[in-house]
């Protein structure tokens, strides 16, 4: 057979084969997207009752834990720009600010790309600065975690591997436990400990006066891990620690004694961001329960005794959730801010918030940051790398009001003194009021 015949052979039963198979039937019908399913349930407005808006003099903590969570802080329904100053160095694409600022004091401390911790005063001036690098390390090479206040101190942990207590009035160095591990996780204070996670796999117990040990706690090493300055949350009997495995763990807050493990491991398939199950939404404590989401889609109320599941949502969040009458507030991680019923899980609304930076299919590669939100004025904030503020009303989720952030934000908005404080990409101090 010539080479011209075998082609015409191997043409003509390609022909034949193709002509035996049935043809492709195209279903009429619009096309929707399987995993977006949830988000195109009808939005529901049912009564919510908040608690009364209370001026409070300062914002000390992570929202995980319940001592220190302003349930409704007094502010404006449309604050504006009072003054904004510099903190130091900017984002980069190697150095990120993770550390929501703290107030306390009269001070706002927060902490810029390069480990550098400032104090500024009510009226936007420089108190002090004080660059946590070590010695032995080149500036730039790790960013820091996050802030805690408690006991008159100021607690830091960094991504150089420690927490370190300084001293509020003038930065001066206290003391420093090495942890052996990048201290990603902000630290909680509660009573005389204070508490951190390091390396995303072990938990510590620490004297709030000297540094010492009190007591650890070991989790699964994984590699899956986001930049996320997650924090214990604490009670008066307990201590839970969230993991970058997806592990949470209650041990007794004096004792280090475990009480139960819990995992939030499992992922929702369909996208990429998917497959990293570490808790980016930190431990939250409302009455009996804890409620804590990771990166891939899941959300979980746990009983604070037993860590026995009463409900799992189908919805990631990367800040911690906000409870409030009855209700969570979230920004999922596909950016949509969700009003969820805290009993059930169930969705009661959602608004979309800003996705990709560039419009172009092609370009879609990087997403904004949403950050909170937060109850203040009787309403839902949330701070946006696009460069603005949002206001929603929490009963029925409308955008109510939004203001300007120049080159957006980096940080979960704070709210202390009547005044909004968040730290955006530029390393810059903004307060509305």
């Known amino acids: 057979m010539t080479r011209y015949t075998w082609m015409f052979a191997a043409g003509a039963a390609a022909l034949f084969l193709t002509a035996c198979q049935e043809p492709e039937v195209i279903l009429v019908g619009e096309r929707e997207d399987l995993f977006e399913q949830a988000e195109k349930t009808e939005n529901q407005s049912p009564a919510l009752r908040l608690s009364s808006q209370s001026r409070n003099a300062a914002w000390t903590h992570r929202i995980g834990t319940q001592k220190y969570r302003v349930a409704n802080a007094a502010l404006s329904q449309r604050p504006t ?48 600065s004080k660059d946590l690098t070590p010695s032995r390390d ?45 201290g990603s996780g902000s630290p909680t204070v509660y ?21 010492r040990v009190a007591w650890q706690l070991i989790s699964i090493p994984t590699v899956q891990n986001i930049q996320s300055p997650a924090a214990p949350a604490v009670t008066d009997r307990y201590a839970i620690f969230p993991y970058g495995s997806g592990e949470i763990q209650a041990a007794f807050r004096q004792g280090g004694v475990a009480r139960w493990t819990a995992s939030l491991s499992e992922t929702l398939p369909g996208r990429s961001i998917n497959t990293i199950g570490d808790i980016s939404s930190d431990p939250v404590v409302a009455g009996n329960t804890i409620y804590v989401g990771n990166h891939s889609g899941r959300l979980a109320a746990l009983d604070i005794e037993t860590g026995a599941r009463k409900w799992t949502a189908d919805y990631g969040a990367l800040s911690p959730v906000f409870p409030a009458g009855g209700s969570l507030f979230l920004v999922s991680e596909r950016n949509e801010l969700l009003r969820l019923n805290a009993s059930t899980g169930e969705r009661i609304w959602g608004q979309q918030l800003p996705q990709f930076v560039s419009s172009k299919p092609r370009k879609q590669s990087e997403m904004h940051a949403h950050y909170g939100p937060v109850m203040a004025g009787g309403q839902l904030v949330v701070a946006s790398s696009d460069e603005l503020i949002r206001f929603y009303d929490p009963q029925s989720g409308a955008l109510t009001y939004t203001v300007e952030l120049p080159h957006g934000a980096a940080t979960n908005p704070i709210v202390a003194g009547g005044v909004l404080y968040v730290v955006n990409r530029k390393g810059e101090l903004y307060a509305f009021r």
Do not use: C, H
Request: no cysteine.
């Open 81 to 128: 720009l009072a003054w904004s100053a510099s903190i130091g160095q900017a984002e980069s694409r190697k150095n990120r600010i993770t550390a929501d600022p703290v107030m306390a004091d009269g001070k706002i401390f927060t902490v810029d790309a390069l480990a550098t911790v400032s104090a500024t005063n009510t009226a936007g001036e420089t108190l002090w």
């Open 138 to 182: 080149k500036a730039g090479q790790a960013s820091t975690g996050g802030l805690a206040y408690g006991n008159g101190t100021l607690f830091v942990t960094t991504g150089y591997g420690s927490l370190r207590a300084l001293d509020p009035a003038s930065g001066a160095d206290l003391w420093e436990q090495e942890f052996q591990a990048v």
């Open 191 to 211: 009573g005389d400990l204070v508490y951190a996670v390091s390396g995303d796999a072990t938990g510590w117990a620490l004297e709030a006066k000297t540094g």
